[in-house]
């Protein structure tokens, strides 16, 4: 029941990931009566999917704690509740943010060793695609924060990927070591010093990350959240010039319908939509968080990102990844008094 | 002799700029062998030009508090002391902007009514230009920062941009009174309580910036800096797509043909090198900051702006203006403590 045109979208979203991952069943939670309605002509949809009927809603403007006291029939919290108990393997929410990440905190709990969850997306670069993590979920973060967005960023490109020894950047307002808040020298002190299955490449700036120089970002949820963003509205900004100048002539008029395939293409490439779907990560549980604005192609491709954290067992992994890095872990407190 | 190709692109850069502005005259601070060098085949621009002999310069890695201990013969400061004595109107530079700032800061010395200078630039929008600061100067801001760089911008928009009102955005992640940190919190309470010669719009996220949501944008140095740094990396992204989707079959390529010379217009509407020169505002005198590794053509146009903020008069209008608000200044102090 999130997002700006719930359940609608959710219901379309579903149906085109119906038709991407034929093996994969939904559990639509709502208000009964307008979902049967959408699903009504949707027969292949309706046959997989399971509704689990309630009328209350988290509100986009709710405050998190808000929402975690009186909250306790929303579509949200039975969505995360059915991932904790194993009625779900993962949850997927256009709704309001700081209300999810604080209700799947409570009910999924962090992984041993992370202090915060964190939010990651995909973003398209140069030289392909870079994780970025946190986007928003912790506007401030200590230097043990970042250090473990590190790890979990890193895991992330390994195991999705496929890079075996990834480089991770922390984003700050220049390369050199006396730039940026102290928290931030402090974590690239600690990243230095231990033993990580990465290779720590020092700070990076805002356009090094579709620059593509590293194949992780990490960064605050301020931060990130403002870069993310930025890069987003830069994007139609950019778009809408280009078409501005394809009506500029008709020379330029008839350019473009030669270009026209070829541009399409290049849409979907910068398409936000095509990116739509950021990973609660550091969970024990898969929680992905849609554009609250997308439509049904953008939530299919949340979903698609939920299904491939599911597929490729990922909490796991990290689980794995960061038992074997508790000796390292054990370093932190002695270097973070640097 | 600052950036990444001086005097070079500096000389080069000028030689556009004289082009432009028949009536301003150049003092270049440098090592006199090398710019007479570089000046030899360029007669109109020496006709107009002074040289200061130093061979000393601030390097880009350098600590603002060196650079002030121990570059008091460089060609930054003595352009800086140009500016103070009324030699010059204005400083342009590549070098290095914490030790420019620091310097600027020391010598030029800080508006009445203001604690600490910010740099600001326009960037283009969806709607024409908007204005954004601070972009670097301050890692860290307080409230009372925030409003004065809200003050500043708005007095920028009104008076080199002709808007009556400005509207002023404080940038967040989220649009929400809840959302950001606690100054971001302060700063809205105060800019929503007091008057002053523009409209608070509020807060507004990452994509607001190119959105044109709001003439002036507000943040810190840190956030303003890497979303500035994201968007022209975005664009950059943005256009190595396009690049590739006209490369991508036949058709495409003729598209390219017929289009060229509107994508060229567009080309320099995106190009990071049109909106080169950030201005440092708050400051009892003109400086400019280019970009470290811009080009002769991205030189001139930050010339060009230090020409039209002394043209205009700039900082006799702020010093006006913040004149005219001390009424209203004194009501922070009382808000801050919300």
Redesign the interface.
């Known amino acids: 029941m999130g997002g700006d045109r719930a359940p609608e979208v959710v219901v379309k979203g579903a149906n085109i990931a119906r038709d991407r991952y034929p093996n994969v069943r939904f559990l639509l939670i709502g208000d009964e009566v307008r979902l049967a309605r959408l699903l009504r002509r949707k027969r292949r949809l309706r046959s997989r999917t399971t509704i689990h009927h309630t009328t209350e809603a988290v509100s986009n ?1 709710a ?1 998190p704690s808000a929402a975690l006291r009186t909250g306790r029939k929303s579509s949200m919290w039975l969505a995360i509740q059915a991932v904790r108990d194993g009625k779900a393997q993962g949850v997927v929410s256009a709704g309001n943010t700081g209300a999810l990440m604080a209700m799947a905190k409570l009910m999924l709990r962090t992984l041993p060793g992370i202090d915060r969850p964190a939010i990651a997306s995909f973003i ?3 030289r392909g695609e870079s994780v970025v993590l946190d986007l ?1 979920a912790n ?2 973060c200590n230097a043990n924060n970042l250090v473990q967005f590190a790890v979990m960023g890193a895991i992330f490109a390994r195991t999705v990927q496929g890079f075996d020894r990834p480089t991770v950047g922390l ?1 700050n ?1 220049g390369s ?1 070591d ?4 102290e928290e931030l020298k402090v974590a690239a002190g600690i990243l230095r010093g231990g033993e990580f299955p990465f290779q720590f490449h020092g700070f990076v ?7 593509g120089t590293v194949d992780v970002v990490v ?1 605050d ?3 990130g ?18 078409r ?3 009506k ?2 008709l ?2 008029r ?10 399409k ?2 849409r979907l ?2 398409d936000p939509r095509s990116y739509n779907g950021a990973m609660f990560v550091g969970l024990n549980g898969i929680a992905v968080k849609s554009h609250g604005g997308t439509d049904a192609f953008g939530f299919a491709n949340a979903i698609g990102v939920a299904v491939d954290m599911a597929l490729g067992g990922f909490n796991d992994r990290i689980k794995d990844e960061l038992a074997r890095l508790t000796p390292v872990r054990a370093l932190e407190p002695q270097a973070a008094s640097l």
């Not at 006396?178 to 808040?181: C, L």
């Not at 700036?205 to 620059?211: A, L, M, N, S, V």
């Open positions: 403007d405050r398209p670069t140069l928003g506007v401030e984003l307002v050199e006396m730039k940026g808040h700036e805002g356009d090094d990350i579709t620059g960064t949820g301020f931060s959240n403002i870069a993310l963003k930025t890069a987003e509205g830069t994007a139609r900004l950019v778009g809408q010039f280009l501005e100048a394809f500029s002539s020379s330029a008839l350019g473009y319908v030669f270009a026209r395939r070829a541009l293409k290049l490439r910068v």
